[in-house]
């Protein structure tokens, strides 16, 4: 999980760069399957990558960075 380009996503100020992100992240994401990372934490971890780009979202709609 090392180099994980999660701070790509908090710090996007438009729903392109979120876009981009999104796929960064998810595409760092398939490596997990070639590790042993448990499954419940890896269920936690995706949960909190989903509040925080509900919550940049939200930032980037409700404070106009689109």
């Known amino acids: 999980m090392k180099d994980f380009p999660l701070n790509e996503l908090v ?3 438009d729903l ?3 876009k981009v992100a999104l796929g960064n992240v998810f ?7 070639a590790t042993k ?6 269920l936690r971890f995706i949960e909190a990558i989903s509040r ?4 940049q979202i939200l930032k980037v709609r ?5």
């Open 16 to 18: 392109d760069s979120i």
């Open 62 to 66: 409700i404070f106009g960075f689109d």
């Open 37 to 42: 990372y448990p499954i419940q934490r890896a």
């Open 52 to 55: 925080d780009m509900n919550a």
């Open 11 to 13: 710090s996007a100020t």
């Open 27 to 33: 595409g760092h994401m398939k490596k997990i399957r």
